[in-house]
């Protein structure tokens, strides 16, 4: 059984830094795809950051020059280090491995097998 588990969220005031965890377990054909997404209430998830199977990330622009997204592969651990957060940043994070429907250069829009049940983020003025 594949679990994805994250961990790390929390409050924080606005500028200050956070990271999340994220630890897939159980699929048996790596390499794979890891991505984080956030939603609000009342709106679609939206892609954060990916890591591509091949190594690739990327990042939507939003986050670009603030968000670092890395993974510790004798952990099996996807992290995701948050800088410079703002209140625009609140949302429920979600942590998504295993592409069923997409493509390398654009894994942001793509569906995802496995998720998360997700972190809360909060920040506040």
């Known amino acids: 059984e594949v679990q994805v588990v994250e961990s790390g969220g929390g409050s924080v005031t606005s500028g200050g830094s956070m990271r999340l965890s994220c630890v897939a377990s159980?699929?048996?054909?790596?390499?794979?795809?890891m991505a984080w997404f956030r939603q609000t209430p009342g709106n679609d998830r939206e892609g954060i950051a990916a890591?591509?199977?091949?190594?690739?990330?990327e990042y939507a622009d939003f986050v670009k020059g603030r968000f670092t997204l890395s993974k510790d592969s004798s952990k099996n651990t996807l992290y995701l280090q948050m800088n410079n957060l703002n209140p625009e940043d609140t949302a429920m994070y979600y942590c998504?491995?295993?592409?069923?429907?997409?493509?390398?250069?654009?894994?942001?829009?793509?569906?995802?097998?496995?998720w998360g049940q997700g972190t809360q983020v909060t920040v506040s003025l």
């Open positions: 159980g699929y048996t054909k790596p390499p794979y795809s």
């Open positions: 890591l591509d199977s091949n190594g690739s990330i």
């Open positions: 998504a491995a295993v592409v069923t429907y997409g493509r390398s250069g654009d894994l942001l829009r793509a569906r995802f097998a496995y």
